[in-house]
């Protein structure tokens, strides 16, 4: 049982280039989501999938774009890198919904990809 | 004013003594709260999650959450090495959607 995988693990690229980063989960999760990690920022929310068929922007949307190939799968797009996008990447899914009484499913986070944008 | 506030640290414990973390928020409608803990260079993984007013003991931690006051606090009792580590603070937003601190670190000497 992988949980949440991600490749690539590393990535360097250049100014004006295009890459996607991959994301899946193996545990029947409805929901996924991409996060930004800078330091001392936080982990912050760039896209987020509610279940198969849906997406719907963070809180630092722009730059990116997302794609929920299938239940699995969530992609994340730089179609034009910037500097200011260094950081590392987290994949996370959870279930969706509430869990009741005010509550929420955990997110299970990926390993990360750290990405540099020179 | 950011919606989740903790210090960046980094808190220095000695072994076998009690780490206390705090987080403050902003939003009074907040019902939920989470603590993850992310080692140097990993993911975050969930330890503790808390809902009601209150103390919510789980082994060695603590949460404690005061929605009147607007915070939200881990104890770590015994700490040893291996909680050494960045503690980040989450609440949940609309929907299943997290709202993350930027992260406490904690250095417990031995």
């Known amino acids: 049982n992988a949980g949440v995988t991600q490749t690539p693990k590393f990535q360097v690229l250049k100014t004006g280039q295009s890459m996607t980063l991959q994301c899946a989960q193996d545990m029947n999760h409805n929901s996924m989501y991409w996060y930004r990690q800078d330091p001392g920022m936080g982990l912050r929310l760039i896209y987020y999938s509610a279940s198969e068929g849906t997406t719907d922007k963070g809180e630092v949307p722009n730059g990116y774009n997302v794609s929920r190939l299938n239940k699995r799968e969530f992609s994340l797009r730089l179609e034009s890198a910037a500097p200011s996008q260094t950081s590392v990447y987290f994949c996370?899914?959870?279930?969706?919904?509430?869990?009741?009484?005010?509550?929420?499913?955990?997110?299970?986070f990926g390993p990360g990809t750290r990405l540099t944008v020179t | 004013q950011k919606e989740v506030e903790q210090n960046s640290g980094p808190l220095s414990v000695p072994e076998g003594a009690i780490a206390s973390l705090n987080c403050t928020y902003s939003?009074?409608?907040?019902?939920?709260f989470f603590w993850y803990r992310q080692y140097s260079g990993k993911s975050p993984e969930l330890i503790m999650s808390i809902y009601s007013n209150g103390d919510k003991e789980d082994g060695r931690f603590t949460a404690q959450l005061n929605k009147a006051s607007q915070y939200v606090s881990l104890l770590i009792r015994d700490s040893q090495p291996s909680d050494s580590a960045t503690y980040l603070c989450?609440?949940?937003?609309?929907?299943?959607?997290?709202?993350f601190g930027g992260g406490t670190r904690v250095l417990v000497k031995p």
């Open positions: 939003d009074r409608v907040s019902q939920s």
């Open positions: 996370a899914s959870s279930e969706a919904g509430l869990a009741g009484a005010g509550g929420v499913y955990e997110q299970y």
């Open positions: 989450a609440r949940k937003a609309a929907g299943n959607k997290l709202t």
